[in-house]
C-alpha cells in the first residue's frame, strides 16, 4: 500500500509563490516510482501539470514551462512543486501522484497512486 499526502496549499495573489509538498508513505519510496503533480479546476478535466522519474527526469506541461519546478527528495520520500509567477488560471486543486509503471506521461490514466489534493487560489 502507498499513501500521499499533500500540503502547501493556499491562496496567493497574481504573480506569487507557493510551495506544495507530498509526503509517500507505504511499502516503497520515492525512488522506485514515477512522482507527478496534477490539477483540476472546476469544471475542468484534471490535467497533469510536472512528472520527475526514478532517474530525476523531468518534463512539464506548456502551461507551467518557465514557472514551475519539480523536485524530489528520495531519502525523505517527499516530492515538491514551486510554483512561481501564479496566474489565475492555475487556480485548482492540485494533487500529488505515483506510479510503479516505467512509462512516462502526464496522462493520469498512468498513475495508480493519488493523494488527497490541496487547494491552490489565486486572485487578487
Known amino acids: 500500500q502507498v499513501q500521499l499526502a499533500e500540503s502547501g496549499g493556499g491562496s496567493v495573489q497574481p504573480g506569487g509563490s507557493l510551495r506544495l509538498s507530498c509526503v509517500l508513505s507505504?511499502?516503497?519510496?520515492?525512488?522506485?516510482?514515477?512522482m507527478a503533480w496534477f490539477r483540476q479546476a472546476p469544471g475542468k478535466e484534471r490535467e497533469g501539470v510536472a512528472l520527475?522519474?526514478?532517474?530525476?527526469?523531468?518534463s512539464y506541461a506548456e502551461a507551467v514551462k518557465g514557472r514551475f519546478h519539480i523536485s524530489k527528495d528520495d531519502a525523505e520520500n517527499k516530492l515538491y512543486l514551486q510554483m512561481d509567477i501564479l496566474k489565475p488560471e492555475d487556480t485548482a486543486i492540485y494533487y500529488c501522484?505515483?506510479?510503479?509503471?516505467?512509462?512516462?506521461?502526464?496522462?493520469?490514466?498512468?498513475?495508480?497512486?493519488w493523494g488527497q489534493g490541496t487547494q491552490v487560489t489565486v486572485s487578487s
Open positions: 507505504g511499502d516503497t519510496t520515492t525512488a522506485n516510482l514515477v
Open positions: 520527475i522519474t526514478r532517474g530525476g527526469g523531468r
Open positions: 501522484a505515483a506510479t510503479s509503471g516505467w512509462k512516462t506521461s502526464l496522462q493520469s490514466t498512468s498513475y495508480n497512486y
